[in-house]
């Protein structure tokens, strides 16, 4: 399809392709996902720019940004709200292919990260439109050559989108720069939040995948425990350290009965990860059920030597240490 930034009347803003016609190539070539190289590059991707470029959905979750060098401001999550009221309060409310591509540009120079949480309290506060809500948010995510206005786009399907935008969701969240915008965006919108959210998981990889299962943190849905698992076993070290910091503050406030199986499951996957698998290991070696225990020991076991904390070598050394059988034996 063409590359530039269409809206209903024909109007354009740009000549850039689109972050949808982007996904939508890669999901012909590649299937659903995780696509190759986590998406990258956008089309939006500056090769000359000295700026640093992080994978994936790495920035938003890192990187807390200042004004841009040439000292442009970007505008705050109220001004924006003020933007979207004035645009879809107006007596005669018409997005019109020149008001679309003003807004495009401003948003283009925001940051979502900083601005996504206090637009959407702002928006939920005025009581804006939802079908005008999903509408822009359409239009943007379809149409959007940047990232930026592409992201809001999502946020604003995120407060008046509904099952509808399902799959636009979860095509565009495909891509792991995405992914925490569509996956906030599915939690909100549909009926099914944690299974729309879980299907994404699957979909994507690296930071993307971290940011899906961030979402679904507070799930109480049993079923939904495979999403933790399955991104654990598919990550690399470097992601699989975030993913285990994820998971070790949510068993904390998990029952003991759920805390015990999650622990069995995580003793057999950290056999993969010693590197970063101690404190959740720990857990499980003080677990009330003694098959976690000894699994966890197992697993303790395994690690190479050179990879253990001292206190993983340690609680090792002394479980290797024989007990004499009569206690009045150790006595000298």
């Not at 401003?106 to 506060?125: F, K």
Request: charged share 25%; with cysteine.
């Amino acid at each position: 399809m063409t590359g530039s930034w269409r809206v209903r009347n024909g109007g354009a803003a740009g000549e850039s392709p689109t972050l949808f016609d982007h996904a939508r190539t890669l999901r012909g070539r590649h299937g659903p996902g995780p696509w190759p190289g986590f998406g990258d590059p956008l089309p939006d991707a500056r090769p000359d720019s000295a700026r640093v470029v992080l994978v994936g959905g790495g920035e938003d979750a890192l990187v807390r940004h200042t004004p841009d060098s040439d000292g442009v401001v970007p505008p705050t999550g109220v001004e924006l709200a003020d933007h979207l009221e004035h645009l879809l309060l107006a007596p005669a409310p018409s997005i019109s292919g020149d008001r679309l591509r003003s807004l495009h540009d401003l948003l283009a120079t925001c940051e979502p990260i900083e601005v996504a949480d206090q637009l959407s309290a702002e928006v939920r506060r005025r009581g804006l439109p939802s079908d005008g809500l999903r509408r822009l948010g359409r239009q943007l995510a379809e149409h959007g050559t940047h990232r930026a206005p592409v992201k809001i786009g999502l946020v604003l399907l995120g407060l008046g989108g509904d099952i509808r935008d399902r799959e636009l969701l979860l095509l565009l969240g495909s891509l792991d720069e995405l992914t925490l915008y569509a996956a906030v965006a599915l939690h909100r919108s549909q009926p099914d939040a944690d299974l729309a959210v879980h299907t994404l998981a699957q979909r994507v990889a690296g930071w993307g995948r971290i940011q899906a299962v961030r979402t679904l943190r507070d799930t109480t849905d049993p079923v939904l425990d495979p999403t933790w698992f399955h991104a654990l076993r598919t990550s690399d070290r470097r992601h699989a350290a975030h993913i285990l910091d994820l998971a070790e503050r949510r068993l904390a406030t998990t029952p003991r009965p759920e805390r015990d199986h999650a622990l069995l499951l995580f003793a057999h996957l950290l056999r993969r990860h010693p590197e970063h698998g101690w404190p959740l290991l720990r857990s499980a070696l003080t677990s009330s059920t003694p098959e976690v225990r000894r699994t966890a020991l197992t697993t303790l076991t395994g690690w190479p030597v050179d990879t253990l904390t001292r206190e993983a070598a340690d609680h090792l050394r002394t479980t290797r240490t024989p007990r004499p059988e009569n206690p009045q034996e150790a006595r000298p």
